[in-house]
């Protein structure tokens, strides 16, 4: 048993922009998304399949920062207009879609993914979207299709040079453009790594900076930073770490898929 998890508006926002402009694109959408998932069921040999949608309104996250996914482009019109009957066509081909009003669909695919993972049940989460990382162990995968990319725990370490355990902390102090997470300023990517590889965490990271600059670690300017934007980076691994403990009424046994029920 093995449950694909979709990203719904990560696939489908992709697809549509794809043929956006051609006449039939909602048409076209909706069978390639199919095709896709399908696809993606025979590649990763999957028994299982939901379809996780994004709930309506705002989240926790953004209650916590107002300027959270702060300038994201709005879905377009044509396409926000008939997601319910494209989710329709997607029922009847087999693909169970959920939502949990008040939730992302980010929290609400790993809470799923976690609850298989805490059965023994394999998972892999069908999305672009790098936050999934963090789940990655050797019940949870990241399956990326555009890129025919397939991430597990070897995976995650290729990519980023860490292990999937501290990558929220080192979001925290790099930021993250997508979701105009602030991070910590003049932190990048190689700094915010050499610290991990240092100290293992970003709470050492905070009260031991002075160790930082004195092993040569980081530079005075970048204990500086550390100084005065820790509140920032304690914020910005809040609202990266995603949420395992959403109420997510699904039965697994009616997940099981079968094209064209």
Same mark, same amino acid.
């Given at each position: 048993?093995? /449950?694909?998890?979709?990203?719904?508006?990560?696939?489908?926002? $992709?697809?549509?922009?794809?043929?956006?402009?051609?006449?039939?694109?909602?048409?076209?959408?909706?069978?390639?998304?199919?095709?896709?998932?399908?696809?993606?069921?025979?590649? *990763?040999?999957?028994?299982? !399949?939901?379809?996780?949608?994004?709930?309506?309104?705002?989240?926790?996250?953004? $209650?916590?920062?107002?300027?959270?996914?702060?300038?994201?482009?709005?879905?377009?019109?044509?396409?926000?207009?008939?997601?319910?009957?494209? #989710?329709?066509?997607?029922?009847?081909?087999?693909?169970?879609?959920?939502?949990?009003?008040?939730?992302?669909?980010?929290?609400?695919?790993?809470? !799923?993914?976690?609850?298989?993972?805490?059965?023994?049940?394999?998972?892999?989460?069908?999305?672009?979207?790098?936050?999934?990382? #963090?789940?990655?162990?050797?019940?949870?995968?990241? &399956?990326?299709?555009?890129?025919? #990319?397939?991430?597990?725990?070897?995976?995650?370490?290729?990519?980023?040079? /860490?292990?999937?355990?501290?990558?929220?902390?080192?979001?925290?102090?790099?930021?993250?453009?997508?979701?105009?997470?602030?991070?910590?300023?003049? /932190?990048?990517?190689?700094? +915010?790594?050499?610290? /991990?590889?240092?100290?293992?965490?970003?709470?050492?990271? @905070?009260?031991?900076?002075?160790? @930082? *600059?004195?092993?040569?670690?980081?530079?005075? &300017?970048? +204990?500086?930073?550390?100084?005065?934007?820790?509140?920032?980076?304690?914020?910005?691994?809040? @609202?990266?770490?995603?949420?395992?403990?959403?109420?997510?009424?699904?039965? !697994?046994?009616?997940?099981?898929?079968?094209?064209?029920?």
């Amino acid at each position: 048993m093995k /449950l694909l998890i979709v990203d719904a508006m990560n696939l489908v926002r $992709r697809v549509y922009a794809a043929v956006e402009n051609t006449p039939t694109a909602l048409e076209a959408t909706t069978s390639r998304c199919i095709a896709t998932i399908h696809n993606n069921m025979e590649w *990763l040999e999957c028994s299982h !399949l939901v379809m996780v949608y994004e709930s309506e309104g705002d989240t926790w996250r953004h $209650r916590m920062w107002a300027d959270y996914k702060l300038g994201r482009s709005p879905m377009p019109d044509h396409l926000n207009q008939h997601l319910t009957e494209m #989710q329709q066509a997607f029922e009847r081909n087999g693909i169970h879609c959920i939502k949990v009003d008040g939730w992302e669909a980010d929290d609400v695919c790993a809470t !799923l993914a976690v609850k298989c993972a805490g059965r023994g049940i394999g998972s892999v989460i069908l999305s672009t979207d790098k936050g999934f990382s #963090q789940l990655v162990n050797q019940h949870i995968a990241i &399956a990326n299709h555009f890129d025919r #990319q397939f991430l597990d725990e070897d995976g995650v370490m290729q990519r980023f040079g /860490l292990p999937p355990a501290k990558l929220v902390d080192f979001w925290a102090m790099t930021g993250d453009s997508t979701n105009h997470l602030p991070g910590v300023p003049g /932190l990048g990517p190689k700094s +915010a790594s050499a610290i /991990l590889d240092a100290v293992g965490s970003l709470d050492r990271a @905070l009260i031991g900076t002075g160790q @930082l *600059l004195e092993d040569g670690v980081i530079k005075p &300017a970048q +204990a500086e930073k550390l100084n005065a934007h820790w509140q920032d980076a304690l914020l910005t691994r809040e @609202l990266a770490r995603l949420s395992t403990d959403v109420p997510v009424a699904v039965n !697994l046994k009616e997940l099981r898929y079968e094209p064209g029920r």
